[in-house]
Each structure stands twice: as structure tokens, then as C-alpha cells.
């Protein structure tokens, strides 16, 4: 009889597993993603709670000869709930905190760490967790020396990386402290694959985006981009999107005098998803009021916010 490996013990050829991005809204979590994965994945903006979904990236390479896979996870920022919204927005980060084999915690260096938010979340991590001190382009050295000192009495993480995501500084470094604690472990993910979300989920984003850019107070929380349509052609993808609002005065604001705004989002959503597709793409929009969706489970579900 064919003998078998003993089912336990990983080969020690290839390393795999899930790291998983945390903090609070605003820090650079989706920054640092698109970095750490060289694509943009996650979409960014200066405004907080951008990020709704639990969106993996994933990266294939090789490290001192061992070939690795590293399924990372961008997060919502971690909130007090106020809608039934940011109730499923949580449970995609306890989701993935969950399976995460590492735990990337971002913070700035200008966060306490006493009482922090996320702490009580980082206690349900079996993981090691690797704290990400970011915007360090935003203070000096002293000030950075402070903080780790603050962190290591308050979580003592298994290591502290001071970063600039949006400058890339010390990304080299946090690599290294991310592919030294991952598993020897097969790939979960066929080579080809650059994410679990599908075509239509970034079309959607892209859009979401340019919502949250052009619009001011409640209209970028209270909107919502539903992909109707996405049919790819040989020369083109054709992309009906439905822009969903809470109120019907948040529609007129969405498509402005004349028509202006709608269309100055759609031509700017238009050339990101030419660049991110590679191809012509052809864009309808229609604004559509749906009353109190933040609030409605049926309405989340069918938005994609379950996992
Ligand atoms: N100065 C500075 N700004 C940064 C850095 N990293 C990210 N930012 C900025 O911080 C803002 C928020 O970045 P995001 O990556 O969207 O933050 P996030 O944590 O994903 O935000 P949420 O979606 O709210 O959870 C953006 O304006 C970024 O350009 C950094 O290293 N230095």
C-alpha cells in the first residue's frame, strides 16, 4: 500500500494564511492594503468609514526560496454601531479576526493607547498581533519612541513597526514581520486569483468612491452602489449602476443642477474603471431612493453585507 504524509504535518515548502487588517476608521488600513498588495483594492478617501466590506488581497511570491501566499484583509474601521449597517460592517472584522493567522492593528501615532476602541476586539485574536504605528510622516522620532513605549506597557504585541503607508516608508519591515509568523501551510487560493470579490463589487467601489470624494456630511454614508448590469464585450463593459440614497432630497443633491454632479462623479468613476479594467467602459447611472436601507436587514443582505 501507498504509504500517505501524516495528514498533520505541514510541508515546510510552502507557507500560507490570513492576515487580517484592523483599527479604527481612518488610520490607512486600505492604504497599507494596496501597498502590501501592489494593486488597488481597496478604495481610499479622507473620510472616515469608507471602507464597508471585508475585502481580501491577495499575494503570491517567494521568500528566501519558499514560495508563499498571503491572503490579506482590508476591514471597516472599528465603531460603536449606529446603524444595523455598521452592526454587519463589524462582523466582517470579528469575521476576520477570526481566521487571521496574523493580526496587522493599525493605529496612528497619534492615538492613545489607553482605552483604545480596538482593544477589546484584539482579545478575541488567537493570532500574534503585529502592531502598525502609521503616519509617522506626521511626527518625529521622539514622538514615534513615546508611543511604542505607551503600546508595549498597554497590548505588548509581538512586534511594533512604525510605517508611512502613504509613503511607503518601512513597508520592507513590516513585510518581514509578516512572512516570518505566517504557517507552512498550502495555497488557499489558485495563483490567478487576486481577491475573493468579483468584477462587479469593484465596479461598484470605484463609483462608492467618487460618491464619498465629491459629497459632503450624511450623502456618502447614506448612499449605496448597486451594479444592475456588468456585461463584458469584446470591445467594452457596459455597466448600468444604481446609486441608492435614504431621502429624496439626498437625490437631488446627488444629481445636482442640471444634472452636473451625477455627471461629473460618473465621468471620474468612468476613467478609474478604464484604468482598473483595462478596457472602454461604457457607464448608465440612476439615482434611486431607498428609504432607511442603513437600517433594514433585508436590504443589507441583498447589498452584500452578510458574510
Ligand atoms: N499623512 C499620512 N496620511 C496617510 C497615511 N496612510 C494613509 N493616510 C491617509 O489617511 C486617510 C485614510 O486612509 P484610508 O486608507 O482610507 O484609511 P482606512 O483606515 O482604510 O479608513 P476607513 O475606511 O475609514 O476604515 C487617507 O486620506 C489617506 O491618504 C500615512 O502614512 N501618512
Redesign the pocket.
Known amino acids: 500500500m501507498e504509504e500517505k504524509p501524516e495528514a498533520n504535518i505541514p510541508l515546510r515548502n510552502h507557507r500560507a494564511g490570513f492576515v487580517s487588517i484592523i483599527?479604527k476608521?481612518?488610520?490607512?488600513?486600505?492604504?497599507?492594503m494596496n501597498v502590501l498588495v501592489g494593486e488597488r483594492m481597496?478604495i481610499?478617501?479622507?473620510k472616515?468609514?469608507?471602507?464597508r466590506h471585508r475585502i481580501m488581497g491577495i499575494l503570491n511570491g517567494k521568500h528566501e526560496d519558499i514560495p508563499f501566499q498571503l491572503v490579506y484583509s482590508?476591514t471597516?474601521?472599528v465603531i460603536k454601531p449606529s446603524y444595523k449597517l455598521h452592526d454587519s460592517m463589524m462582523t466582517f472584522v470579528k469575521g476576520s479576526l477570526e481566521d487571521a493567522d496574523v493580526v496587522l492593528f493599525?493605529a496612528e501615532v497619534g492615538e492613545r493607547a489607553a482605552e483604545h476602541e480596538v482593544l477589546p476586539l484584539l482579545k478575541r485574536a488567537d493570532a500574534p498581533i503585529v502592531l502598525v504605528l502609521?503616519?509617522i510622516?506626521?511626527s518625529n522620532d521622539e514622538q514615534v519612541k513615546l508611543k511604542i513605549a505607551e503600546w508595549e506597557n498597554e497590548i505588548q504585541p509581538a512586534a511594533i513597526i512604525p510605517?508611512?503607508?502613504?509613503?511607503q516608508a518601512n513597508i520592507a519591515t513590516l513585510f518581514d514581520a509578516v512572512i516570518t509568523r505566517l504557517p507552512f501551510h498550502p495555497p488557499y487560493f489558485g495563483e490567478d486569483e487576486l481577491t475573493d470579490k468579483p468584477e462587479r463589487f469593484f465596479a461598484s467601489e470605484i463609483l462608492r468612491e467618487k460618491i464619498f470624494l465629491n459629497y459632503r456630511q450624511e450623502i456618502p454614508y447614506s448612499s449605496e452602489v448597486v451594479i444592475a448590469e456588468f456585461k463584458e464585450r469584446d470591445d467594452m463593459i457596459v455597466i448600468r449602476a444604481e446609486i441608492l440614497v435614504e431621502r429624496k432630497s439626498q437625490k437631488g443633491i446627488i444629481i445636482g443642477e442640471k444634472g452636473e454632479m451625477l455627471k461629473k462623479i460618473g465621468i471620474q468613476a468612468r476613467h478609474d474603471l478604464e484604468e482598473f479594467f483595462g478596457k472602454k467602459v461604457f457607464l448608465e447611472q440612476h439615482v434611486k431612493v431607498e428609504p432607511d436601507w442603513r437600517s433594514k436587514e433585508n436590504k443589507l443582505r441583498q447589498f452584500g453585507y452578510d458574510e
Open positions: 483599527g476608521p481612518n488610520v490607512g488600513k486600505s492604504t497599507l481597496s481610499i478617501t479622507s472616515a468609514q469608507t471602507t482590508d471597516p474601521g493599525v502609521n503616519k510622516d506626521l510605517i508611512s503607508a502613504l509613503h
